[in-house]
């Protein structure tokens, strides 16, 4: 990267570009670099978005997805991981899955309230509920709003499981909670790990913990008995695929007794947002990286098919599969985890909703 690209590179944003919303009639372009207002380029801080939905738990219809429900306190992520499915879901905002991707967190106020009324219907028939089925629970605002722990307490309060997937050391400010919830069998976590590479890791997930600290909090949730695993999601042929063992290798050895994967797609508008970013951060290996994407979808970089989309086919969707298959068989020795779903008690609000 030259220095003229240096300077038009937004170090700490994954994706570099706002790309068209497709649901919006007008769209802002760039046409006269002299005369183009300075803020709409230099102008990437964090909005806080505040939003009261009607509904918070959401059930997941997908197969593949492996969770029958998901709950998201915040639209949008400050992780700005430039491959995140969930890019997509911000254009139904009236936004942009780029750079307003990272920039636009939409956080849901009334959370609490709305899982409490949730959780008190005794027609509810408890399942796991995953938190960052979209967005991560665990994003940096997280640190002072403080939604997911108090949804963690909720469940506490009532008994219910719930499953965490994450890719920030901010979870173990939750251990206390953490803790009460693993006795009865009630919480499973999975952190992500794309791999050790952290020159990698700064441009791919510019603002997730390192990969380090990502290792280190398996470990610490496996000292406090903490059901965890890790999840190798998602792999970039290319990239990241030959980082399989090592990633499965050290999680083993922290803690870790499960794990998965993906490999990327790139569905709508993530296609044109990844493969800007992979020219201006990779241009010795962009070629390479996007064919072989290409190549793990049949001939396509997304793929919308249930059974195959999260794994793709092919040479090279068979060779990450069995390169996955043998480092679990080789360093981890798996536990069999199931959620304890007979202790919910609908009743445990009963004493603060007699209070209105």
């Known amino acids: 990267m030259d220095s003229n690209e240096e300077n038009n590179y937004f170090k700490g944003r994954g994706s570099q570009i706002n790309t068209h919303n497709k ?105 796991p509920i995953m938190l960052s089925g979209n967005t991560d629970c665990y994003q940096p605002m997280e640190r002072e709003l403080q939604i997911t722990r108090r949804v963690l307490q909720t469940c506490l309060k009532y008994k219910h499981p719930v499953g965490i997937i994450s890719k920030n050391a901010l979870v173990l400010r939750d251990m206390d909670v953490l803790v009460e919830l693993a006795k009865d069998n009630l919480v499973h976590v999975m952190i992500s790990i794309t791999g050790t590479d952290e020159s990698i890791r700064q441009k791919l997930e510019p603002r997730t913990a390192t990969y380090k600290n990502r290792f280190k909090v398996l470990e610490a949730l496996s000292k406090n008995n903490i059901p965890c695993g890790v999840m190798v999601a998602p792999i970039i042929p290319g990239l990241t695929n030959h980082e399989i063992p090592n990633v499965i290798e050290l999680a083993a050895k922290a803690g870790a007794t499960s794990a998965g994967f993906t490999v990327v797609r790139l569905n709508g508008a993530i296609g044109p947002i990844f493969k800007d970013w992979l020219v201006k951060s990779f241009p010795d290996r962009a070629d390479k990286v996007w064919n072989q994407i290409s190549h793990a979808h049949g001939g396509n970089v997304n793929d919308s098919r249930f059974g195959v989309r999260m794994r793709g086919e092919g040479q090279i969707a068979d060779s990450i599969r069995q390169l996955f298959r043998l480092s679990r068989m080789r360093f981890m020795k798996e536990d069999t985890f199931e959620f304890n779903v007979k202790s919910f008690n609908y009743k445990a609000g009963d004493s603060q909703l007699s209070l209105f």
Not at 77 to 99: K, P, V
Request: glycine content about 4%; overall charge negative.
């Open 23 to 127: 649901f919006a009639k007008y769209q802002y372009v760039q046409e006269y670099m002299e005369v183009l207002d300075e803020e709409f380029l230099q102008n990437y801080k964090t909005e806080i978005i505040y939003t009261h939905p009607k509904t918070i738990i959401n059930k997941v219809d997908s197969e593949d997805v492996g969770m029958a429900y998901s709950l998201n306190p915040y639209q949008g992520c400050e992780h700005g991981c430039i491959y995140c499915y969930a890019r997509n879901t911000h254009e139904y905002w009236g936004y942009s899955a780029g750079l307003d991707f990272e920039q636009k967190i939409i956080v849901k106020q009334n959370v609490i309230e709305l899982l409490e009324k949730h959780f008190s219907n005794k027609k509810w028939e408890p399942l």
